[in-house]
């Protein structure tokens, strides 16, 4: 590390003001403090000093993620095995999906980061880590199937018109992930639902055994099929088809164990996400209207991407609502609204995606009526106390 780093001391005053390579300082600046911690401290005022900065922060997330994706990994192996009827072993799955999921990733790096170090160089300021999570993000809530090209032109519209469009990090409205898969959803329809997607070689004609189908739990709920939803075990552990990194629920807790522990996702708007959509289920179920209507709250949370949506989504600090009464109404409207989705329009059966990006739009708003409610009352507070004097 000390030769990288006397390489990077060596070549920076050509990146400084008035050096042959200025207009790359930005660049330079992140990669320089993506491998060591900047040097830069405050001479005045008062601040807020800890050890948890942005970058840290992204880190401490991915490494949440990491036990969903080396699981959707494994499955995208499995379920193209079971298609074929074969069976892999666990490398064998493992490495065939590393070998499928691996592109995605970069391709959702490059196009994303590309679009990032553009504006910070236009800009003038320094290219922020935010991307790192919404990199991972992406491939992992898409099906294994899509097309490389439509990773990069979604993620390269995310980026500009649900992010730097508003000012970059820090300012977006929207969850820059799901709005990437909002777009492809909207934008490539054939390529984001129906049974093909979800197993690697269904849609490239390959030899698929008898019997054997692609559909999601959701998939088969939107279209009726109750009687082929699989076993609640099966949806808890994440042999089933679906998003490379929404499967596992397993995998998914675990993240949102390190998340919690490590104070970083919210714990009210995970709650109150949960307390949403069971409220929302059970009312359904109270309703008795139709078969959606009957499966159980337990059966609700395990399908599609909800858990994977509660923990790493809705949670997003930029995003969801800041203050902490706020964070109840937007977590138990997000699972309202996801189940209510699904229910009421099977044609958008992951109900979670629309629900968080329609909340994304209000959260703003719900913590101006939570502040403008807190000033309110302290109005009225000092009112009384003068009137009592």
Same mark, same amino acid.
């Given at each position: 590390?000390?030769? %990288?780093?006397?390489?990077?001391? *060596?070549? *920076?005053?050509?990146?400084?003001?008035?050096?042959?390579?200025?207009?790359?300082?930005?660049?330079?600046?992140?990669?320089?403090?993506?491998?060591?911690?900047?040097?830069?401290?405050?001479?005045?005022? &008062?601040?807020?000093?800890?050890? $948890?900065?942005?970058?840290?922060?992204?880190?401490?997330?991915?490494?949440? %993620?990491?036990?969903?994706?080396?699981?959707?990994?494994?499955?995208?192996?499995?379920?193209?095995?079971?298609?074929?009827?074969?069976?892999?072993? %666990?490398?064998?799955?493992?490495?065939?999906?590393?070998?499928?999921?691996?592109?995605?990733?970069?391709?959702?790096?490059? &196009?994303?980061?590309?679009?990032?170090?553009?504006?910070?160089?236009?800009?003038?300021?320094?290219?922020?880590?935010?991307?790192?999570?919404?990199?991972? =993000?992406?491939?992992?809530?898409?099906?294994?199937?899509?097309?490389?090209? $439509?990773?990069?032109?979604?993620?390269?519209?995310?980026?500009?018109?649900? *992010?730097?469009?508003?000012?970059?990090?820090?300012?977006?409205?929207?969850?820059?992930?799901? =709005?990437?898969?909002?777009?492809?959803?909207?934008?490539?329809?054939?390529?984001?639902?129906?049974?093909?997607?979800?197993?690697?070689?269904?849609?490239?004609?390959?030899?698929?055994?008898?019997?054997?189908?692609?559909?999601?739990?959701?998939?088969?709920?939107?279209?009726?099929?109750?009687?082929?939803?699989?076993?609640? &075990?099966?949806?808890?552990?994440?042999?089933?088809?679906?998003?490379?990194?929404?499967?596992?629920?397993?995998?998914?807790?675990?993240?949102?164990?390190?998340?919690?522990?490590?104070? !970083?996702?919210?714990?009210?708007?995970?709650?109150?996400? =949960?307390?949403?959509?069971?409220? $929302?289920?059970? !009312?359904?179920?109270?309703?008795?209207?139709?078969?959606?209507?009957?499966?159980?709250?337990?059966?609700?949370?395990?399908?599609?991407?909800?858990?994977?949506?509660?923990?790493?989504?809705?949670?997003?600090?930029?995003?969801?609502?800041?203050?902490?009464?706020? *964070?109840?109404?937007?977590?138990?409207?997000?699972?309202?609204?996801?189940?209510?989705?699904?229910?009421?329009?099977?044609?958008?059966?992951?109900?979670?995606?629309?629900?968080?990006?329609? $909340?994304?739009?209000?959260?703003?708003?719900?913590?101006?009526?939570? !502040?403008?409610?807190?000033?309110?009352?302290?109005?009225?507070?000092?009112? %009384?106390?003068?009137?009592?004097?």
């Amino acid at each position: 590390m000390k030769t %990288l780093r006397n390489f990077l001391d *060596k070549i *920076k005053p050509q990146v400084e003001k008035g050096g042959r390579f200025e207009k790359l300082r930005s660049t330079f600046d992140a990669f320089e403090t993506f491998l060591f911690v900047p040097d830069k401290v405050t001479f005045k005022g &008062s601040h807020i000093r800890d050890v $948890m900065d942005m970058k840290r922060t992204m880190i401490v997330v991915i490494l949440a %993620l990491v036990p969903a994706l080396l699981f959707g990994m494994w499955n995208v192996g499995y379920q193209y095995n079971l298609s074929i009827g074969e069976t892999g072993s %666990l490398m064998n799955n493992f490495w065939f999906g590393f070998g499928k999921v691996l592109p995605i990733i970069i391709v959702s790096y490059v &196009s994303g980061l590309a679009v990032e170090f553009i504006f910070a160089q236009y800009r003038g300021h320094e290219v922020n880590e935010g991307f790192l999570v919404s990199g991972l =993000l992406i491939p992992m809530i898409v099906p294994v199937t899509i097309p490389l090209w $439509m990773v990069a032109v979604s993620t390269i519209f995310a980026v500009v018109i649900g *992010k730097e469009a508003f000012g970059g990090t820090g300012m977006n409205i929207f969850n820059p992930a799901l =709005l990437t898969r909002a777009f492809m959803f909207f934008a490539y329809p054939a390529d984001m639902s129906g049974d093909q997607v979800w197993v690697w070689g269904l849609n490239k004609g390959s030899h698929v055994v008898d019997g054997f189908s692609g559909a999601t739990p959701l998939g088969n709920a939107g279209l009726g099929l109750f009687d082929k939803l699989p076993e609640l &075990s099966d949806m808890i552990i994440g042999t089933i088809p679906g998003s490379i990194g929404e499967t596992s629920k397993i995998a998914i807790l675990i993240g949102a164990a390190i998340l919690l522990f490590t104070g !970083i996702g919210s714990w009210r708007i995970m709650l109150a996400t =949960l307390i949403g959509g069971v409220g $929302m289920t059970l !009312i359904f179920n109270a309703a008795d209207a139709n078969e959606y209507m009957k499966i159980d709250p337990l059966t609700h949370i395990m399908m599609g991407g909800f858990l994977f949506g509660l923990v790493f989504m809705a949670t997003d600090p930029v995003t969801s609502a800041q203050t902490n009464r706020g *964070k109840w109404i937007y977590g138990i409207l997000v699972g309202m609204f996801a189940i209510m989705i699904r229910v009421f329009n099977p044609a958008y059966p992951e109900g979670m995606m629309l629900a968080i990006l329609l $909340m994304n739009t209000f959260a703003p708003l719900i913590d101006h009526y939570v !502040i403008q409610s807190n000033i309110s009352k302290r109005l009225k507070r000092s009112k %009384l106390l003068v009137q009592n004097k």
